[in-house]
């Protein structure tokens, strides 16, 4: 993607996340992220897109601003488009690290409709995206992620959300000896963080929102990581909205590419709060964000700093 349409994509996360870094802390995560959608939905109403939200805030009944199939930009490159303008709601609202404004773009009919549903994954950076498989076991996966990086397995570190459902993988990976970094919310983070060095994290599994799968496998595609999803449905419900949406088998492994199938694909993040990966927005002036490019298989770290930058809660 050319550098112009890079920056345009940036600046719109940075919008959702510095609205929602006026908000850090102060334990009000539905005002957090009213005010990034709201930031968002106007900066992609600015470009020279024809968008077409594919993964949003909900279907249009339940989400007033970016839901699916809202329609922004002023015209342009057809461009499909998924959103999280606040991923881990909590994190910012309780000023916990890890919190991000994340968007990615890809050619029209290219990225999933993803159901609102959850999503058995697994995810590993381009050394072991070769060898990880949802259908064997976590010790197994353990051992061949630790053979691929070429540690040994009690020197991996597993991620997962810190969920009772995923109780029973996270005793297996402690089982074959391999560390387990649990998190709160905001499983993109969990799945991007295997692919950088410097944030610890080796492999990712466990299930999660399916949607978020969709993101996460975009920075996937773009450097060549391993991505591997199942949808989990809950109810009658969100199996009918995955057969009328998801166009494939609703019931098969889903390959990274099965989720996100372009190259001209681009996935962005900001940082609304300081981690592992970017720093946060707290003083409302200095963004962070990294573009994940599929076109030149690169990774950008971007520092936006601004003058006067008038993002107060009460403004």
Known sequence: MDSTRISQMVSVTE???????????RGEKKTADGAAVAAMRTALNQLDIAGR???????????????????????GAEIDIAVDPVEG????AYAQPNSLAVMAWAPRGALLYAPDTYMEKIAAGP????????DASPQDNCRAVATALGIDVADL??????????????AAVRAVGSRVRLIGDGDIFG???????????DLYMGSGAAPEGVLAATAMRCIGGGFQGRFLFRNDDERARALKTAELDIDAVLQRDDLVRSDQATFVATGITDGELLDGVADGSQAHSVVFDCQTRSIRFIQSIYQNNNTGADS
């Not at 939200?53 to 015209?75: C, H, K, Q, T």
């Not at 570190?157 to 996270?170: H, M, Q, S």
């Open 15 to 25: 919008a959702a996340a510095f609205a929602a870094g006026a908000w850090v802390g």
């Open 53 to 75: 939200v594919v993964i949003g805030e909900g279907e249009r009944d339940e989400a007033p601003m970016l839901f699916i199939g809202e329609e922004v930009g002023r015209g």
């Open 89 to 92: 709601t909590n994190m910012c």
């Open 127 to 134: 050394a072991a995206a070769a060898v990880i498989d949802i």
């Open 157 to 170: 570190t597993v991620c997962f959300l810190d969920r009772e459902r995923n109780a029973e993988k996270i």
């Open 191 to 201: 799945v991007i963080a295997t692919a950088l060095e410097g944030t610890g994290i």
